[in-house]
Structures are given as C-alpha cells and as structure tokens.
C-alpha cells in the first residue's frame, strides 16, 4: 500500500498541475469570448426586437401615413432578422467551441474523476499512510488541501460549460421557430408596403412623363449618359424648376440599401470591367430608400441594367441606382428622405443556410447586389463624395 501511495501522490499533484493549466487556457477563452456580448444575449435581444417589429406591424394596419409606418415596421424587421442571424450563428459558433473543448478534455476530466472517487472510496486510515512517514503525510496533505479548491473551481467550470450547452441548444430550437416567424411577418410588411405605395396620391409632382416619349428615349439610348441626357424629354410639357440644394449633405448621406461595398468606384469586376460607381451586396428582397428629398426622374427597366431608378436630389445631381427586383413610385413625384423605391431580388435562404457558419463573417447571405452611381453635369463622380460608409463597408 505504501508503494502504491508513493506513485499515487506525484500522479494526483500532476492531473491537477495539468488541470489547472487546461483551466486557465479556457479562461483566457471565455473572458475574450464575454467582451462582446453574450452570444444566448444577442440572440435573445434579436428576438425581443422581432416582436416589436410585428407589434408595429400591427399598429401600421391604422396608422394615418401607412406607407411610412410600413417603412420602419419593414426596417425593424430587416434589422431584427439581421441580429436575430447573427445571433444565432454566434450561439452555434459558441456551442461548438464548447463541444471542441469538452471532447478534448474528455481524458483529463475522466482521470479527474477517477482522482476524486480513489480520494472518496479510499479508507481514512489509508488516506493517513505516506511512504516517508508521518512528515510525508503532513506534506501530502497540505497539497491535497491546496490543491482541492481548484478542483472544486474546475468542477464548477466544467458544470457551467455543460449547463451552458444544453441553453444553446434550447435557445436555438426556440429562436429557430422566431425566425421564421420573423421572415413571414417581413414579408407580410411588404406586401402591404406595396399596396399602401400604390394607394398613395399626396406627393407632389414635377412633370407627368410622356409614356411614348419615354419608350422612344429608351429605344434610342445606348448609354446611361446618353439615356440621363435626355430625360428632359420624357415629360409632358416642361418641368418645374426647383431651387433644391442638398450639398450640405455630401460625404453624409446613408447608403440607400443596408448592405456591404462589394466593389468601389472604377474598380474592375471579374471580367475585368470598371465602372464609375459603387456595387452593394445587399439581403434578398431588403428595402431599397431614397438618401434624401429628391424627384423621380426614372424608374423602370433600361438597358442591361435591370430595374432602375433616376433620383435628382437637386438640379444637375442624379443618383442612379439599379438592379432592384420591384421599383416603386411615380416618375414626377418629389419624395422626402426615406422614401421607399424599390425592392432587392433573390429568395430567402432556408432557416438551415441561415444558421450555417460556414460562411461566417464572409456577408454570404447578401446575394443581391445594387449598383449606385452618382452623375454631376452629366458625368459620373465617386459615390464616397456623397454617401457614408463605416470601416467594415457598411
């Protein structure tokens, strides 16, 4: 027995050196982990900003300027379900990397356990016994007494990380259910967005297009600068000047769409193609607003550009935006800043894709992409001088 005390005591002193190391690893881990915030918190405050969205859904139904009631309900929702996808990918990231850590700890926390019961079955008499006698033992003791509180620590620890598994697991099977829930409410707010767009008779007009000078301009036109050149013949009669002077506003704009800068202004794609203005990976069907007060001069299809929409914030200023799926609006009418124009394409991604990580922090869910470019004089000028973005594109 005395033998076996002797391997026994320098083997226990090891585990727990070793566990005590993989302890403070860990720690290091979590504590870099919780400077941002908790990943169950984020997911659970996406949510709570999912309900406020369908609660002003609801209040849009009577509220006395629909369309811009439908507005916020539609951009809370995009910004709910936005958090409410990175939440949840932080939660699975986090879950992972807590079942990483568990399996490989699986051995030391078996020999930890295996310490433990040889240290509860093992009787007090033995306990006593140390092959350098009584000193030994003393010595022997004050190491197990040294030691037992960071076994305790990494019991608790180990607790936690299980406990806090099993939570993940649970918040994502219910926010999963929030999710889609949210995805529906969206989509119900721009349905009814679209109606109220459609009803609306309050604006006021600069010109009633010309529908046969309009297909007669688009016929003829081969260039966008050839096509923005003659949208003074698109109108019934002439158009009303206006003294508008948004410059105060140049370089502070937001960008019309929440999205990432994909390409900058005359970078050249894959194919080696440059263009004067700004590519914008946006989410499927996001709401597309106009920046600030300005005229609708166009809107429609033109040329390969898909659906397009011509804003004149002040005279000899255009903001050319295209590849939008539904434009809304008339042309003529003068809209005020937030304005729904249009929205993107594309098909939502399943609740599965959404909670995949592999494209984790790559902007893999912005499939759709809006083209913006800006024209002074009737010349192309970089999109930066007038809208904002953040370090990350945004």
């Not at 508008?244 to 390409?263: F, Q, Y």
């Not at 003529?332 to 937030?338: H, N, Q, R, S, T």
């Not at 984790?360 to 930066?384: K, Q």
Request: aromatic share 4%; glycine share 8%; proline share 6%.
């Amino acid at each position: 027995m005395n033998s076996a005390c002797g391997i026994f005591w320098p083997d226990f002193v090891r585990r727990c050196l070793q566990v005590s190391a993989v302890a403070l690893a860990l720690s290091v881990l979590a504590w870099g982990a919780k400077a941002a915030e908790d990943p169950a918190t984020a997911a659970q405050r996406a949510a709570s900003q999912l309900e406020v969205a369908t609660l002003a859904l609801q209040q849009a139904e009577t509220a006395r300027d629909r369309v811009a009631a439908l507005t916020e309900t539609v951009r809370a929702y995009e910004a709910g379900l936005a958090a409410m996808r990175d939440g949840l990918r932080r939660v699975a990231q986090r879950e992972g990397q807590l079942a990483a850590q568990l399996k490989a700890r699986e051995d030391d926390v078996a020999d930890l356990l295996g310490v433990l019961q040889t240290i509860e079955t093992a009787p007090p008499p033995v306990l006593m016994l140390h092959p350098s006698g009584p000193l030994g033992a003393a010595r022997s003791a004050m190491t197990l007494a040294e030691v037992t509180p960071a076994l305790q620590a990494r019991a608790t620890a180990l607790r936690r990380d299980l406990e806090e598994v099993q939570t993940l697991r649970l918040l994502q099977q219910s926010a999963a259910n929030t999710l889609q829930e949210g995805l529906n409410g969206v989509q119900e707010a721009r349905v009814q967005l679209s109606a109220a767009i459609a009803d609306r008779t309050d604006l006021p007009r600069r010109f009633t297009q010309d529908p046969v000078r309009t297909a007669i301009l688009i016929s003829s036109t081969e260039t966008l600068s050839g096509f923005a050149s003659g949208l003074a013949e698109i109108a019934e009669g002439e158009i009303a000047t206006t003294d508008a002077d948004v410059s105060a506003l140049r370089g502070t704009l937001p960008i019309p769409v929440e999205g990432l800068v994909l390409r900058g202004y005359g970078e050249k794609d894959a194919a080696g193609i440059a263009r004067p203005g700004w590519l914008i990976a946006a989410r499927p069907h996001a709401l597309v607003v106009s920046p600030t007060a300005a005229t609708i001069r166009y809107q429609g299809p033109l040329l390969d550009l898909g659906n397009v929409v011509i804003l004149e914030p002040q005279p000899e200023t255009l903001f050319v935006l295209s590849g939008l799926a539904e434009v809304y609006g008339t042309m003529g009418e003068v809209i005020p800043a937030g304005t729904p124009i249009g929205l993107m394409g594309g098909k939502n991604p399943e609740i599965g894709a959404i909670l995949s990580l592999s494209g984790e922090g790559a902007g893999t869910d912005r499939t759709e992409t809006l083209y913006i470019e800006v024209r002074m004089d009737n010349s192309p000028v970089d999109p930066e001088t007038w809208f904002r973005t953040d370090k990350d594109g945004n």
